[in-house]
């Protein structure tokens, strides 16, 4: 990260306060989202969402697998993150693996619910094959290809992008198997199944400089920030996972205040989101 | 022009990909036998004694360029420069740069290029103006006048002998930036021009286009007058308490900083020569047409502002006819 001037600083706080930040956003406005969906082929789904400068790329593996003794009914989802060396020199190596645990634990905390698996994003139960015996493995995985602020946003609607693109090829089981034999599956080429991505939470980071609140920051104004908060909303405006980053200690009704402007914020981004996500999926298919 | 990563519409795509067109039919009229690519044979008259500059090399007895560029000529020497290089400093170009590191008697400034350059302390003028020898209390004192990670503008006066540049900030105009913003774009974007420095009277706004593609848009400072002060501030708090206790800038002149960075934004985006009259057009478009200062960077203005460069140029050629 490229160092500030003190005089730089001092703009990028005076815009954060006067509601006009650097390239002219309000500080509850989304710089312009770009999705491409199908960037990587042997991947069931995948997708490259560009925000500003921030580049990031999701892929769904899915593998078949046997379900957990605890949980016979229901499929196993791993999401793990990586940052690329491409987008800062301090990654090379082991030097990106703080921030990409930080990720991975943010995102599965906010899409995946409990232990239990209760409250998920991803309905785990649509993807058990046969109860006990086969189910479906999803592997969910971020690269971060070019950092500039709100990695998490941009990391969840790749996500979200990814799981719309995914198409889970369909099953057939032997029938008349005994209980305690591996059935015998054959999985076809030709049928997929979609996901039913509505469910599906975004996140959303909320910056907090000085006295005011910002979405969507870039790395110059994550530089300046006191503390973040990263709120997980889905379409009916339930919170589906709550995430708080830095130092700084926040007032209770702070907190509850950032969580109504999260909801608000919200549904336009879902609403931008699905739209450019149907874009690009419709441009795939044409080209 | 490089992949332009915009959310289009078939309407905006078919308008801009028509601009675009009509600029590359004028620039394809006017120097079609001057560019080569890699493997070319650059047109020499062989009986001539030449000599072989950057960028070429001698194949089978041909003269063929090794990059893709414009061929140069001046008076025997034949090179080939290359369009999209990185930065290649000239002795008195004006250059913004940040200081990474106060050394010895100097301060160390990255101004992408491929090392950092050196502004040397007898290079700066003083700030009680008088000019006499550096001394020991001067090198001491040297945080005082510039710190890491401030935001200098200065200009180049040497090479030195290992291809390290020397910076020179002997005029009043060079010196420390403040309030404002620093927008970082591809070198070849700025060429080089009579003045650097742009001082926006109707916005009160000081625009300094770096050659090596660092440019600096903030409040208009007059004279330098920042230094003299500088001797009474002698320790890091006061600086701190002073910053939170100035005024934020206005928001009338914070509202056309953003729109003069966003115009530069957008033609750096569709790879257009960055120079003044360009973008105060670019400005005046966007005021004229009531643009939202973030809407600028939306694909519509994108396409406006390629349309009405393929216009312009278009009009600049029937006039030079």
């Given at each position: 990260m490229v160092g500030l001037s003190v005089g730089e600083k001092h703009f990028i706080q005076g815009g954060i306060a006067q509601d006009l930040r650097s390239d002219g956003r309000k500080r509850l406005t989304y710089r312009p989202i770009y999705v491409e969906t199908g960037v990587i082929p042997q991947a069931h789904g995948s997708a490259r969402v560009r925000l500003g400068a921030t580049d990031v790329i999701a892929s769904v593996k899915a593998e078949l697998g046997k379900p957990s003794a605890l949980q016979p009914d229901k499929g196993k989802i791993a999401i793990y993150v990586d940052c690329s060396p491409t987008a800062a020199p301090m990654f090379e190596g082991r030097g990106g693996e703080e921030l990409s645990t930080e990720l991975s634990v943010a995102l599965q905390r906010c899409l995946l619910g409990g232990k239990s698996g209760a409250g998920a994003g991803i309905d785990p139960t649509s993807l058990v094959v046969v109860e006990g015996k086969v189910c479906w493995d999803l592997y969910i995985d971020g690269l971060v290809i070019s950092s500039d602020g709100n990695l998490l946003d941009a990391l969840a609607a790749a996500i979200k992008a990814a799981l719309s693109n995914t198409?889970?090829?369909?099953?057939?089981?032997?029938?008349?198997?005994?209980?305690?034999?591996?059935?015998?599956?054959?999985?076809?080429?030709?049928?997929?199944?979609?996901?039913?991505?509505?469910?599906?939470p975004v996140i959303v980071t909320l910056t907090k400089v000085g006295r005011h609140y910002i979405v969507d920051a870039t790395s110059e104004e994550e530089s300046q920030m006191s503390s973040a908060v990263s709120i997980s909303v889905n379409r009916k405006g339930h919170?589906?996972?709550?995430?708080?980053?830095?130092?700084?200690?926040?007032?209770?009704?702070?907190?509850?205040?950032?969580?109504?402007?999260?909801?608000?914020?919200?549904?336009?981004?879902?609403?931008k989101l699905d739209s450019e996500i149907a874009a690009a999926e419709a441009s795939e298919e044409e080209s | 022009m490089r992949g332009l990563k915009l959310p289009l519409s078939q309407?905006?795509?078919?308008?801009?990909?028509?601009?675009?067109?009509?600029?590359?039919?004028?620039?394809?009229?006017a120097n079609s036998d001057a560019s080569v690519t890699v493997a070319d044979t650059i047109p020499v008259n062989y009986e001539d004694a030449f000599l072989k500059g950057h960028g070429t090399t001698d194949l089978n007895g041909e003269l063929v360029a090794t990059v893709c560029g414009v061929v140069e000529r001046v008076n025997k020497l034949v090179y080939v420069r290359s369009l999209r290089a990185r930065y290649k400093p000239e002795v008195g170009d004006v250059v913004v740069g940040r200081v990474v590191e106060v050394a010895q008697k100097r301060w160390r400034l990255e101004i992408n290029f491929s090392q950092d350059a050196v502004l040397m302390l007898s290079s700066m003028n003083m700030p009680d103006g008088i000019q006499r020898r550096r001394t020991a209390l001067d090198e001491l004192n040297m945080r005082s006048i510039f710190e890491e990670n401030d935001i200098v503008c200065a200009e180049v006066r040497n090479f030195q002998h290992d291809g390290s540049l020397q910076l020179q900030a002997r005029s009043r105009k060079y010196g420390k930036l403040e309030k404002g913003q620093l927008l970082i774009i591809d070198p070849y974007l700025v060429k080089k021009s009579k003045q650097h420095f742009h001082h926006l009277e109707q916005f009160g706004i000081g625009l300094i286009l770096g050659r090596n593609g660092y440019i600096w848009i903030g409040e208009h400072v007059e004279a330098r007058d920042s230094m003299v002060i500088d001797q009474a501030k002698s320790t890091e708090q006061s600086t701190v308490v002073e910053g939170i206790n100035q005024a934020y800038t206005p928001l009338e002149m914070r509202q056309n900083i953003c729109r003069i960075g966003n115009a530069i934004r957008v033609l750096t985006s569709l790879g257009f020569n960055v120079d003044l009259n360009l973008i105060m057009e670019t400005v005046e478009l966007s005021s004229s047409l009531k643009i939202d200062i973030h809407d600028m960077l939306g694909s519509e203005f994108h396409v406006l502002v390629a349309e009405m460069e393929a216009e312009r140029r278009i009009l600049t050629t029937k006039r030079k006819r």
């Open positions: 198409g889970i090829p369909k099953v057939d089981v032997a029938a008349e198997t005994r209980s305690d034999e591996q059935p015998e599956v054959n999985i076809s080429d030709e049928e997929f199944l979609q996901f039913d991505t509505s469910g599906i919170i589906c996972g709550l995430t708080k980053r830095g130092g700084v200690g926040l007032d209770p009704s702070i907190i509850l205040d950032m969580i109504s402007v999260a909801k608000h914020v919200s549904e336009q981004l879902i609403n | 309407t905006q795509r078919v308008r801009l990909q028509r601009a675009f067109e009509k600029l590359q039919s004028l620039s394809a009229m």
